[in-house]
């Protein structure tokens, strides 16, 4: 939750300083609480990764230059015109502009928020317990997020098993070691995903418990009526702001219909459960956080 805030919020903001203190921010939670488990480790690559984002993306604007003779140039380099046809010329390099660098910078912090963002919630959410805090009616949502948040950081750590192992044996490193790498990192991670499916689907996940056809008909269409009235709810929250009452009551409306059809689908479930994972006082502040931090970003705060 904190880490779709801080995507979000990044994706809204323009200023560069708020996006670096984003960033930052998420790397200040990941060492604060990460822990010993294999996908804790994964954060330096998305760190890497989003230095190489914000390099790649000064890069193409100096490469790639739009800007036609600037009034202050920062920065002048010799003006290369390539011809692909009749009527298409391509401009490359010639004066930019701090302006022009500085909009370049921006969104390349703001891909680089996002980024970190994304690496902040692989490192410290568990599957496991994403898997136990969700509710029956959203099994088939919760595993698909459960198996894509663990593949980057199960990927990595098969990375750094195998290339301990070919340490140990003295083999190669470097691009020549590539070739030996790709096939024992991929049937590592496939075998460890295989072994969370048959985990999972020994403690019930994927499996229907027996209901009447009444009942059945009953919560499916519930969760159809909630569907629909959150939609209309929100097209007339856009579509006519002066009558907000009407218009939220039906998204109320639409949400509490949807929490019904998930306590009716989930009294079908037969997955098994020995620890049941109960909200405590940090789960409730981080769900605060992420409330204020997202009201902040939609109201423009943000980009003071």
């Given at each position: 939750?904190?880490?779709l805030?801080f995507?979000?919020s990044?994706s809204?903001?323009?200023?560069p300083?708020?996006l670096?203190?984003?960033?930052a921010?998420s790397?200040?939670?990941?060492l604060a609480?990460?822990?010993?488990?294999p996908?804790?480790r994964?954060?330096?690559?998305?760190i890497?990764?989003a230095g190489i984002?914000?390099?790649i993306r000064?890069?193409?604007?100096i490469?790639?230059?739009?800007e036609?003779?600037p009034a202050?140039p920062?920065?002048?380099?010799?003006?290369?015109?390539?011809g692909?046809?009749?009527?298409v010329?391509m401009?490359l390099?010639g004066?930019?502009?701090?302006?022009?660098l500085?909009?370049?910078?921006?969104?390349g912090l703001r891909?680089a928020a996002i980024?970190?963002a994304?690496?902040?919630?692989?490192?410290?959410?568990n599957p496991?317990?994403l898997?136990?805090t969700?509710?029956?009616a959203l099994y088939?949502?919760?595993?698909?997020?459960?198996?894509a948040?663990?593949?980057a950081?199960?990927?990595?750590?098969?990375?750094?098993?195998?290339r301990?192992?070919r340490?140990?044996?003295g083999q190669?490193k470097?691009?020549?070691?590539?070739?030996g790498?790709?096939?024992p990192?991929?049937?590592d991670?496939?075998?460890?995903?295989?072994?969370?499916?048959a985990s999972?689907?020994?403690?019930?996940?994927?499996r229907?418990?027996?209901?009447?056809?009444a009942r059945?008909?009953l919560?499916r269409?519930?969760?159809l009526a909630?569907l629909?009235?959150i939609?209309?709810?929100a097209?007339l929250?856009?579509?006519?702001?002066t009558?907000?009452v009407?218009d939220?009551s039906?998204?109320v409306?639409?949400?509490?219909?949807t929490?019904i059809?998930i306590k009716m689908?989930?009294?079908?479930?037969l997955r098994?459960?020995?620890?049941?994972q109960?909200f405590?006082?940090g789960?409730?502040?981080?769900?605060?956080i992420?409330?204020?931090?997202?009201?902040l970003a939609?109201?423009?705060?943000?980009?003071?």
């Open positions: 939750m904190l880490g805030a995507a979000i990044a809204l903001t323009v200023n300083l708020t670096s203190v984003l960033g921010l790397m200040l939670f990941v609480f990460r822990d010993q488990s996908w804790s994964s954060v330096v690559f998305y890497r990764l984002v914000i390099a000064l890069l193409f604007r490469i790639f230059n739009l036609s003779d202050n920062l920065l002048v380099l010799p003006e290369v015109n390539l692909l046809g009749d009527l010329t401009h390099f004066s930019i502009s701090a302006e022009s500085q909009a370049a910078l921006t969104d891909l980024i970190l994304i690496g902040m919630a692989n490192s410290l959410a496991m317990k898997l136990k969700t509710p029956g088939e949502i919760a595993t698909a997020i459960s198996i948040i663990n593949l950081p199960q990927l990595i750590a098969s990375l750094n098993r195998v301990r192992a340490g140990l044996r190669s470097g691009i020549k070691a590539l070739p790498l790709v096939i990192v991929l049937e991670t496939i075998d460890q995903s295989m072994t969370l499916a999972m689907s020994a403690r019930g996940f994927g229907k418990g027996t209901q009447s056809k059945l008909t919560t269409f519930t969760g909630g629909v009235l939609a209309v709810g097209f929250l856009i579509l006519s702001p009558n907000q009407l939220l039906i998204t409306a639409g949400l509490l219909s929490v059809y689908s989930a009294l079908g479930s098994t459960r020995y620890l049941v109960k405590r006082t789960d409730y502040a981080i769900y605060l992420a409330a204020l931090l997202l009201a939609f109201s423009g705060v943000l980009n003071f």
